[in-house]
């Protein structure tokens, strides 16, 4: 295998990671990793090498601006900054039912 493939295969396998990790629902999830996919895919046999490393580079800057994003939000939870609280709350009251062995109940959401 050529660097190029090595790189690509890496970037593709962390901007998977982060897309399962930092997207929400699981209907964009499987859309977002469909098109993931799909364009790898596609750009698999480019005959012109010198756009490869400016393709492979985009997704890499992607992959870091989906970690990031995901990261400031974390710190502007932990900093009490007032931005949408319902989901810290969740996570820490799941958190902490789980530290004395009892689950959250599942919210009814028609």
Do not use: W
Not at 31 to 36: G, H, L, P, T
Not at 79 to 93: G, P, Q, T
């Amino acid at each position: 295998m050529s660097y190029e493939a090595l790189q690509a295969a890496k970037v593709y396998r962390q901007l998977l990671k982060a897309v399962k990790k930092h997207i929400a629902h699981e209907d964009s999830k499987r859309r977002f990793k469909e098109y993931v996919t799909e364009e790898f895919r596609k750009n698999c046999a480019l005959s012109d090498f010198s756009s490869i490393p400016q393709k492979i580079k985009l997704a890499n800057d992607y992959t870091f601006l989906l970690n990031s994003v995901h990261h400031h939000k974390d710190l502007l939870f932990s900093y009490n900054i007032a931005v949408d609280r319902s989901d810290e709350m969740k996570r820490i009251l799941g958190k902490s039912a789980a530290s004395v062995g009892l689950q959250l109940p599942e919210v009814y959401q028609p």
